[in-house]
């Protein structure tokens, strides 16, 4: 992109964070004009540390939040979520995992889910103060540093109570499948009632499990859609990815990736939309 400096420091996840944050990433960026983009849906959390010029929330197609921030945390989205960013952004961004949300924020994932938030209305300590010591750090280690002791301090201390097992099972079972087992299959091996078990689920993630499925396996389509227009020389494979995914057809996740992204297959593979994932270097799936 022209006229764009990016510059981009990624810290691997602390063994005390391992299951609550995927990876914290330090970004800068220098333009000579606004950047807007917009960011599909996906399962990770982004909370946004900002020491730079605010940043404006556009739209939030499936859900609430608009508006100007310095930082803040984006909720489970069922959708993708618009935004503009100034001509000099510098941030920390930690990659919440719907799990993590509870433990480390103190909230159930349902009071976020859908929504934008100001960090400093969830956590008081993440507020002006805060970043004012992320920008006097200086450099990049120190302040990813100084956010990794603050989210172990939460994670160690009374922020929120440890993850429900059913949940974190049902959690488990539904990204290990790539978002394609039966939600009814899962709740028949739990004993328990659709209702409970999916209560219990959307408290604790805020989306139901046949929700949360349905972001799943888009991340992990959208990230086969990605690679193979690179393989395939533009060439987009749509039904190949839809079957590898458990789609009906081509057009079922025709379907499902405008939803999420707001746009169609083809259009999804040129724009090369970020994502948690591009921010963290990593697929969706791999570990």
């Given at each position: 992109?022209?006229?764009?400096?990016?510059?981009?420091?990624?810290?691997?996840?602390?063994?005390?964070?391992?299951?609550?944050?995927?990876?914290?990433?330090?970004?800068?960026?220098?333009?000579?004009v606004p950047?807007?983009?917009?960011?599909?849906?996906?399962?990770?959390?982004?909370?946004?540390?900002?020491?730079?010029?605010?940043?404006?929330?556009?739209?939030?197609?499936?859900?609430?939040?608009?508006?100007?921030?310095?930082?803040?945390?984006?909720?489970?989205?069922?959708?993708?979520?618009?935004?503009?960013?100034?001509?000099?952004?510098?941030?920390?961004?930690?990659?919440?995992?719907?799990?993590?949300?509870?433990?480390?924020?103190?909230?159930?994932?349902?009071?976020?889910?859908?929504?934008?938030?100001?960090?400093?209305?969830?956590?008081?300590?993440?507020?002006?103060?805060?970043?004012?010591?992320?920008?006097?750090?200086?450099?990049?280690?120190?302040?990813?540093?100084?956010?990794?002791?603050?989210?172990?301090?939460?994670?160690?201390?009374?922020?929120?109570?440890?993850?429900?097992?059913?949940?974190?099972?049902?959690?488990?079972?539904?990204?290990?499948?790539?978002?394609?087992?039966?939600?009814?299959?899962?709740?028949?091996?739990?004993?328990?009632?659709?209702?409970?078990?999916?209560?219990?689920?959307?408290?604790?993630?805020?989306?139901?499990?046949?929700a949360a499925?349905?972001?799943?396996?888009?991340?992990?389509?959208?990230?086969?859609?990605?690679?193979?227009?690179?393989?395939?020389?533009?060439?987009?494979?749509?039904?190949?990815?839809?079957?590898?995914?458990?789609?009906?057809?081509?057009?079922?996740?025709?379907?499902?990736?405008?939803?999420?992204?707001?746009?169609?297959?083809?259009?999804?593979?040129?724009?090369?939309?970020?994502?948690?994932?591009?921010?963290?270097?990593?697929?969706?799936?791999r570990r």
């Open positions: 992109m022209t006229g764009v400096t990016r510059e981009v420091v990624r810290l691997p996840t602390h063994p005390g964070l391992q299951g609550l944050v995927a990876g914290i990433v330090g970004f800068r960026e220098q333009s000579a950047l807007e983009r917009r960011q599909p849906a996906g399962t990770l959390l982004p909370l946004v540390l900002s020491f730079g010029d605010p940043f404006e929330i556009v739209e939030v197609a499936a859900g609430e939040g608009a508006g100007t921030y310095g930082s803040f945390l984006s909720g489970f989205m069922p959708g993708p979520v618009s935004t503009r960013s100034g001509r000099s952004h510098a941030c920390v961004q930690v990659y919440l995992t719907p799990l993590g949300v509870s433990r480390l924020l103190g909230v159930p994932g349902q009071e976020v889910a859908g929504r934008v938030i100001a960090a400093e209305d969830l956590i008081p300590q993440f507020g002006a103060s805060f970043t004012e010591r992320l920008a006097a750090a200086g450099t990049w280690r120190p302040r990813l540093d100084l956010v990794e002791s603050a989210l172990l301090a939460r994670a160690g201390g009374s922020a929120g109570d440890p993850a429900d097992p059913l949940v974190s099972w049902l959690w488990d079972r539904i990204t290990e499948s790539g978002g394609q087992v039966r939600i009814r299959d899962l709740v028949a091996e739990t004993g328990w009632s659709h209702r409970y078990v999916t209560t219990c689920f959307q408290r604790a993630v805020g989306l139901t499990p046949k499925a349905g972001v799943v396996r888009f991340e992990r389509a959208a990230a086969d859609i990605s690679t193979s227009s690179i393989h395939r020389l533009g060439t987009l494979p749509v039904a190949e990815v839809a079957a590898r995914h458990g789609y009906a057809d081509q057009s079922h996740l025709t379907r499902d990736v405008v939803r999420y992204a707001g746009e169609p297959p083809a259009a999804l593979a040129a724009s090369r939309r970020p994502t948690a994932h591009t921010a963290l270097g990593t697929r969706p799936g």
